[in-house]
């Protein structure tokens, strides 16, 4: 049975509703936040060097927090209220991200350190409001019209113009975090698979088929991008390429489009990063358009296991807002296991503190503005698992062993049988693969994280349970 959603509420204070304007042939953009309205630091204030492809960037964030490419009748009223991107200030960029209103899709834009001539003043994170007049007053700004930027934790504004403070109690939805946690881990998986100049990847926006909905497979041939619907070598897996053309606006001002597709299996998650001479907009693609990131599990693994506190104090050290947390410098500067750091990185960022930068392959720091003490709610399958290890429910047929008829190493398979409710449940691990005979697994496979039951089975072998 499906765990019920579990929602976080929050009150957010808004000085008022985020605008766009003119003054003396100056255009000033005030983007309103969510955070405590008086007594908050200022993150940036500057000037946007190019107005005009930067207010196109943003309006494309703005496009894919607003999409909606799958929607569950059930669900419609409460996806409509969420619309409001994240954005992190760091010394080297400012990062929008945000997510379709499905959760399928991931946008985020960097704006890098050329793109706004100002003062950097401090670092972190805040949620942004978004509203229609904004989106409405980006798309009038021309270049050679100065626009002036602030971004605070409690306000990004230059004058007030007299509006008045508005107050929104929020729905922040788990999906959300769960979210941010699995599409780090989708993208810790991709590898650059080709790139396309700005003109390839125009054309082939213009060119994408209409019915192209379920599985596709991309190759670069002869200065473009040949789609079929058989695998072939070299080509990437992808799910849903339609919604691509919610990056139509973006595209007029793109210079390169590098494609990055997964390299594990058959996999059909999608990253598009297009670059300008100074940002990037990345969008992440789910494996079909009706799969929401939220909903893949790909952490479950290393959050059932138990928490390494040397590697832990490690990866925790290394959060400084920098731009680039490097894996291989941590095992190397504290001796540490990479799977291990791994694990850790994984940890951290299903608390919404760490993201993943395809463009570098590394991880950067941001903070969401989710409470820690309710991440344990959001991961109903790793909660159920817990819950069958502390009521005793797994019993081991047998525990793994040496194989005489193995390579060297090799184990003999983990079987085990998991009690929930009044059914009983077989579990039989070899390696990396697993398999359970319960619905969950039945349906999705391995293909969106591991079953509570398999969880379950590795949480019990971990605390050292004995086979009876």
């Known amino acids: 049975m499906a765990a019920a959603a579990v929602d976080l509420e929050y009150t957010y204070r808004y000085r008022g509703e985020s605008a766009l304007t003119a003054d003396v042939g100056r255009t000033r953009l005030s983007l309103v936040t ?18 005009k492809r930067t207010g196109d960037l943003l309006i494309a964030v703005a496009d894919v927090v607003q999409s909606r490419f799958h929607i569950p009748a059930a669900m419609l009223a409460k996806i409509l209220r969420q619309s409001d991107p994240v954005i992190t200030c760091s010394d080297e960029q400012c990062r929008f991200e945000g997510f379709s209103a499905c959760c399928g899709a991931y946008v985020r834009l960097d704006l890098l350190a050329n793109a706004i001539d100002g003062e950097r003043l401090d670092r972190g994170t805040t949620n942004v409001n978004f509203n229609a007049p904004m989106r409405t ?9 100065p626009m002036e930027v602030k971004i605070g934790a409690g306000a990004i504004e230059v004058e007030s113009r007299g509006e008045s403070i ?8 788990s999906r959300w975090l769960r979210g941010f946690a699995d599409v780090q881990a989708s993208q810790a998986r991709m590898r650059p698979a080709f790139e396309l100049s700005g003109a390839e990847f125009r054309r082939f926006l213009r060119e994408l088929p209409q019915g192209v909905k379920g599985e596709a497979w991309l190759s670069y041939v002869g200065g473009g991008v040949r789609i079929s619907t058989r695998s072939s070598p070299g080509a990437i897996g992808a799910g849903g390429i339609s919604r691509l ?9 793109v210079d390169r489009v590098r494609v990055y597709g997964s390299m594990e299996g058959d996999g059909l998650e999608t990253a598009w990063e297009l670059s300008t001479p100074d940002s990037r907009l990345t969008l ?53 296991d990479r799977d291990r750091v791994e694990r850790e ?17 590394t991880y950067f720091h941001r903070e969401l503005p989710f409470r820690s003490e309710a991440i344990p709610k959001l ?87 004995n086979a009876d």
Request: net charge negative; with cysteine.
């Open 166 to 173: 508005v107050e929104r109690k929020v729905t922040l939805p």
């Open 245 to 253: 053309r919610v990056l139509d606006t973006a595209s007029r001002h």
């Open 345 to 361: 990185l994984a940890r951290l960022a299903a608390s919404g503190l760490v993201g993943y930068d395809l463009h570098h392959g």
């Open 284 to 336: 992440a693609l789910s494996p079909e358009v009706w799969r929401g990131f939220s909903g893949e599990g790909q952490l479950l693994d290393s959050l059932a296991e138990t928490e390494d506190p040397k590697a832990m104090a490690a990866v925790k050290a290394s959060l400084r807002w920098q731009e680039h947390i490097d894996v291989d410098e941590l095992v190397v500067n504290y001796g540490l």
């Open 34 to 51: 969510t955070s405590q309205p008086d007594c908050d630091p200022l993150f940036l204030h500057g000037n946007i060097l190019s107005p």
């Open 379 to 465: 991961q109903p399958r790793l909660a159920g698992a817990r819950k069958l290890v502390d009521g005793d429910s797994v019993t081991f047929e047998t525990l793994p062993q040496p194989s005489p008829w193995k390579e060297e190493g090799d184990k003999e398979p983990v079987k085990a049988w998991v009690r929930s409710g009044d059914v009983e449940y077989r579990v039989i691990i070899d390696g990396d693969n697993a398999r359970c005979t319960c619905v969950w697994f039945a349906k999705h496979g391995g293909s969106r994280g591991p079953c509570k039951h398999i969880l379950a089975v590795n949480m019990a072998l971990e605390r050292g349970d």
């Open 137 to 145: 007053a980006l798309s009038r700004v021309r270049d050679g019209e």
